[in-house]
């Protein structure tokens, strides 16, 4: 698969860097080239839901950056991008330990300890210049091992404390057994070799990791990384949303549990804050945003989501719709043809805005996705 100047295989991408050290549910990477030959070589470019940032990391090397912003709500994610930026060194050595399923269950208990995690996600959100690499490596480090969602969700207040909640953190409680198969994930993933063939493992993954973040650090050198509310970077003047010649928004919200008929739509509990009320009014709200934007000259926008959210009434604006296929991942392992992941990995869709380029091009990812 080709991304500009970037080699890249789906499943080992070899010596190419630009993708996040972790595994990203929902992530993006496979229609990356799709989503940027219908934006363009855009002025302004802003990823309010950034996650694993694949939009942005994987922008075209015949494209010029000028002002590009990523943002989450998630102290965490966004403070691994703004560690990754400044000292990728520091966080790739918090990140550089083996898979161990007691420091899973320690690592996240100190990470959501209750006023630590609360001062860290105030302090990101006051402080454009402050981040935490210790966090960022150790958030990076679990991430890449722990099986299922909501990771570092809830709190911890010591052992006993019925104020503890979430996944691993109440008395007695061990966390999620840490994932064991194949090859391992993100930091985890056996990889060649690039030291010195005379160091030992831990030494040797240590160069690879550090490369690979070193990597991750000169693609982001200039972009800005935000933290909070999705349209503190998509309606401020901060963002020269309206004096940009052409702007690109890559909008990849969170997606509903049910959809607009009131079925299932999706398994509940991915998100750190998955709660159906909250996510159904983020949807709609991304969606009003959309209609407002979408016929303004020079706003490229591209939507993400499920078939049946809703988002189809933005085709009445001459948005159009691009379906395509994910590869399934944990749904694979089952053998029901109607379990829920197996469904939603066909009902991924991402709607252009009207001013976006029209490439000519109608199909599928379907049949790609097949093969």
Known sequence: MTRGAFQIAEEDFGHDWLRAPFPAFGGKFRVADLVWSRIGDVDNWIEPFCFSASATLLRPASHVPRMETINDACAFVSNFWRATARDPDAVAEWCNWPVNEADLEARHKWLVTAARKREHAERMRDDPEYFDAKIAGWWCWGLAQWIGGAWCAGEWNGRGNPESRGTGTHA????????????????????????????????????????????????????????????????????????????????????????????????????????????????????????????????RIALCGYEGEGHEVLEKRGWTCFAWKTSGGYANQSDDPDAQGKINARRERIWFSPQCIDTGSHRTLFEEAEV
């Open 172 to 299: 007695g409680d061990c966390a999620k057994r840490p994932h064991l198969g194949g090859a391992g994930k993100g930091v985890h993933r056996q990889r060649p070799h690039l030291g010195d063939a005379g160091q030992g493992e831990e030494a040797r993954r240590g160069d690879v990791i550090r490369k690979w973040f070193q990597s991750l650090r000169d693609r982001l050198r200039n972009v800005r990384v935000a933290c909070g509310d999705w349209r503190r970077v998509c309606d401020s003047d901060a963002t020269t949303l309206s004096h940009s010649l052409t702007c690109g928004v890559f909008l990849d919200p969170p997606y509903s549990k049910t959809t607009v008929e009131g079925r299932r739509n999706r398994d509940g509990n991915i998100y750190v804050n998955d709660r159906d009320q909250d996510v159904c009014a983020l949807v709609r709200d991304v969606r009003e945003w959309c209609a407002k934007w979408g016929a303004v000259p020079g706003m």
